[in-house]
C-alpha cells in the first residue's frame, strides 16, 4: 500500500514518516497559536516597527491602546477552524462524542482520576487526570490538537488522511510565515508614469516598492514588480534614484529605517521614535493608498516624514559627538 500523501510505503493511509510530521505539527500548535495571539494584539513587534502614535487631533480621533495585527489574527482563526473541522468529522467517523483528553461532562457521576492540585480546577498536561468541562466550554486550539493527535492513528486510517494531514501543514507553514515574515529591503517609490497631473506635468505611480531578500546569495532580489501598476523595475537602478532624490522623499517611520540602512547610514528605531515624540521630527503628512495627503483621511494612515529632515538630526547629531 502506499502512503496518499507522499507515495511511500506504508500501511495505512500515511505512512511512518507524514504520521511522524503530522505528529510534529499537531505538537506545535499550541506553542504557535500563543504566538499568534502575541502578535494580534502586537506584544511582539515580529520584525515590523510599529508605526508612532500620532498627535491627538479630538477626542474621537484617539488610536486604539491596544494596536493589533490583522493578518495574525486572521492566521489564528483559520488554524482553529481547520482543527475544528477536522475534530469533527474525524469524531463522525470514529463514531465518538468529541470532548477534550482528560474531560467528561458536567453531568458525568463518579470519581475523577486525581490531578494535581486534587480540587481539579488545574491542568497540568504532564499529569494523567480527568476534569469536568464547564458549562460554557469552548474549544480552544491546544485541546483540539490534542485531541487530534491523540487520535492521529485513526486519521491515518481514513480516506482523507492525506487531505488532512496536507492542510494541517498549510496553516502551520502559514502561521510560520506570518511569525517570522521575510526580509525585505525598501527600494523607494514606483517611478513610472501613469499620467500627467492638473499642471500637465508627468505622474508617478508613487506606490512603495519593497524587494524580497535573497538569503541564499546574501542580497536583495535584482527585480521587484509594483503590484498597483505592474511594471517591473531593477533594483539598482531603483536604489539609484534613491540616491539621487534621497533629500525630496518622505516616508514612515519603517521606510526611513529601512532607506537610511541601504544608505549606510543606519538609525536606531529608539532614536528616531524618540525624535518625533520631542517634535524635533513633525510630520509632513499621512499615506493613504500610495498616495501622500496632507491630513489623515483614516485613523489607520501613517504619518510620513522628511528623509533630508532625518539625515539633518542625524549630522548634526554626530557634530556633536565628535565636538
Known amino acids: 500500500m502506499q502512503c496518499t500523501k507522499c507515495g511511500g510505503r506504508a500501511t495505512v493511509y500515511l505512512c511512518r514518516e507524514c504520521i511522524r510530521e503530522l505528529d510534529s505539527n499537531l505538537e506545535q500548535i499550541p506553542w504557535i497559536a500563543d504566538r499568534l495571539t502575541e502578535a494580534y494584539a502586537k506584544q511582539n513587534a515580529l520584525s515590523t516597527p510599529p508605526g508612532p502614535r500620532h498627535i491627538v487631533e479630538a477626542e474621537d480621533d484617539e488610536q486604539s491602546p491596544m494596536p493589533y495585527d490583522r493578518v495574525a489574527g486572521d492566521t489564528y482563526n483559520e488554524l ?33 482520576r486525581p490531578m494535581i492540585p486534587a480540587n481539579n480546577t488545574e491542568r497540568i498536561p504532564e499529569i494523567p487526570g480527568q476534569f469536568r468541562i464547564s458549562r460554557h ?38 502561521a510560520f510565515r506570518v511569525l517570522n515574515p521575510p526580509k525585505r529591503v525598501y527600494c523607494g517609490p514606483c517611478p513610472t508614469v501613469v499620467g500627467k497631473d492638473a499642471r500637465n506635468r508627468p505622474l508617478e505611480c508613487a506606490q512603495g516598492l519593497w524587494a524580497d531578500w535573497d538569503d541564499d546569495n546574501d542580497h536583495a532580489a535584482t527585480h521587484v514588480e509594483c503590484w498597483k501598476c505592474r511594471k517591473r523595475h531593477n533594483v539598482d537602478e531603483l536604489k539609484k534614484h534613491i ?19 541601504n544608505l549606510g547610514e543606519p538609525v536606531p528605531q529608539s532614536t528616531l521614535y524618540r525624535w518625533i515624540k520631542e517634535g524635533r521630527v513633525r510630520p509632513r503628512g499621512y499615506q493613504r493608498d500610495g498616495r501622500i495627503t496632507p491630513t489623515r483621511l483614516r485613523r489607520g494612515d501613517p504619518a510620513v516624514f522628511s528623509l533630508a529632515e532625518v539625515r539633518g538630526l542625524m549630522a548634526q547629531n554626530e557634530k556633536q559627538t565628535v565636538g
Open 137 to 174: 466550554y469552548i474549544p480552544d486550539i491546544a485541546d483540539l490538537s490534542r485531541w487530534l493527535n491523540v487520535h492521529r492513528l485513526d486519521l491515518a486510517n481514513s480516506e482523507d488522511a492525506a487531505f488532512a494531514a496536507h492542510e494541517i501543514d498549510r496553516v502551520c507553514r502559514k
Open 80 to 112: 482553529r477552524t481547520v482543527l475544528m473541522r477536522w475534530c469533527r468529522d474525524l469524531a463522525d467517523l470514529i463514531g465518538v462524542e468529541w470532548l477534550p483528553v482528560d474531560a467528561v461532562p458536567l453531568d458525568f457521576i463518579g470519581p475523577l
Open 243 to 261: 540616491y539621487a532624490h534621497a533629500d525630496h522623499f518622505s516616508m514612515t517611520v519603517e521606510e526611513l529605517l529601512s532607506v537610511l540602512d
